[in-house]
């Protein structure tokens, strides 16, 4: 069975503060992909990034770099010089394609962390 | 694109009344899934479909709930009757779902901004 692990129920930090999101997962698939979205305050979910399990390459978008290890199984996100805008709810998925032949329809996502940035 | 469209954004009703969901996913996309988020049991995945199938629908908690693809641009989710468990935001997603190891766009599922649904 798949499942992830947001340990960090809510989290406030000042802004331009530097913040980190943890995320673990548990999986017995070899291949796979790790997700992040973004829920803001209006309540929509917002796709941030999505990494298949062959490429452990950090990457950088703006003030969001994420960190992949399998050998630790997390996906962690981290928000530089964070802003108010960045207040929202997010969540961790994973999802596997070797269980269907359709794609990675069985997205598991963990419980959310809400993030808030003080001004 | 503009994207996954729900419909209505936000619904009341009362106890017993059948309340449909509606969706329109982005154009291209082959798979369509619906979900459901609560505050005690998180974003749970009700039912998908590819290419207007139904794929898997594990999550349909009962009978009371039913969903359709007619075709390939329009879904709807189905309560029939109502009961106020039921509230929560219903959101739908599209993806253009591949098989094995995906390109830069498949299997992203890009999601609606939900229909908060209310139960009396």
Redesign the interface.
């Known amino acids: 069975a798949q499942k992830v692990t947001q340990a960090q129920t809510e989290i406030s930090v000042v802004e331009k503060e530097d913040v980190t999101l943890d995320c673990v997962y548990e999986t017995r698939d070899t291949?796979y992909?790790l997700?992040w979205?973004k829920q803001p305050p209006?309540?929509?979910?917002?796709?941030l990034i999505?990494r298949?399990s062959?490429d452990e390459q950090n990457e950088i978008s703006g003030r969001y770099s994420w960190n992949f290890q399998k050998s630790t199984s997390s996906f962690n996100f981290t928000i530089t010089a964070s802003q108010v805008v960045d207040s929202a709810v997010y969540?961790c998925a994973l999802?596997s394609?070797e269980i269907?032949?359709?794609?990675?329809?069985?997205?598991t996502?963990g419980?959310?962390t809400r993030l808030t940035i003080i001004p | 694109d503009a994207g996954v469209i729900q419909s209505p954004r936000h619904e009341v009703t009362e106890m017993g009344q059948e309340v449909t969901l509606r969706c329109k996913p982005i154009s291209g996309h082959n798979s369509l899934f619906w979900y459901r988020q609560t505050m005690m049991r998180g974003l749970e995945l009700l039912i998908y479909f590819n290419n207007n199938v139904p794929i898997d629908d594990s999550g349909m908690p009962e009978d009371r709930f039913s969903a359709k693809m007619p075709n390939a641009s329009f879904s709807t989710l189905k309560i029939q009757p109502s009961e106020p468990r039921d509230s929560a935001v219903y959101f739908c997603a599209s993806s253009l779902g591949v098989a094995g190891l995906a390109g830069d766009e498949e299997n992203i599922q890009y999601f609606g901004a939900g229909t908060r649904l209310s139960v009396l």
């Open positions: 291949t992909y997700f979205y209006s309540g929509e979910l917002v796709f999505r298949n062959f969540f999802s394609p269907s032949n359709f794609g990675n329809e069985k997205l996502f419980t959310g």
